[in-house]
């Protein structure tokens, strides 16, 4: 069955809300969740059939957007999903200054796909992760796309 991709809204947060919580150890609220989009945050999803893989959530701050969340369901990983969902939300956001994001220092893997997109790691935020269950404190690789830089441009 066909991946569909679209913008999401307070619709989708029941499914946004239960895969969250299968992905990250540091999982929002629903109630975090709901309000972030109250207030404006961006969502894009990916369905296939009723089935949410994957979503992406951002928030613009000045010339800014951060970055807030991306997960994809870890059974149907490497087939582009993440490409594409960061795809629209890097074309939404073509004006903006730059597009920021903090991952994890162990998170081989996100690093990785990030630089495929063209982020590049610019500094370390020391214990910028809390402990959380078996995890302990761990630093953040803050990662940053500029638009309009040269070389970005088509
Ligand atoms: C990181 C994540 C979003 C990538 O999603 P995905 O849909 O599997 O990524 P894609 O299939 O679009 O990957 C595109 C390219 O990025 C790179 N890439 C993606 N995942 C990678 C990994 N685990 N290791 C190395 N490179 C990777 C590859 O170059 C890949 O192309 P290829 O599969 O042809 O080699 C997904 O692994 C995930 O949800 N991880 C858990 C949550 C998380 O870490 N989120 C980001 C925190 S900020």
Redesign the pocket.
Known sequence: MAFNYREGNIDDIEAVFALNRQ??DEAWSKDVMLQSLQVGYDLFVCYQGEDLL?YVLSQDILFETQIMQ???RADV???????QLMGMLMQAKHDMDALV?E?RVS????K??YQ?LGYDPVAIRPNYYAKTGSKPREDAVLMIYKPNSIGNHD
């Open positions: 992905v990250f994957a991306l997960a994809v990983r490497r087939q582009g999903i993440a490409q994001l991952v998170n081989i893997g996100a990785a796909f495929t």
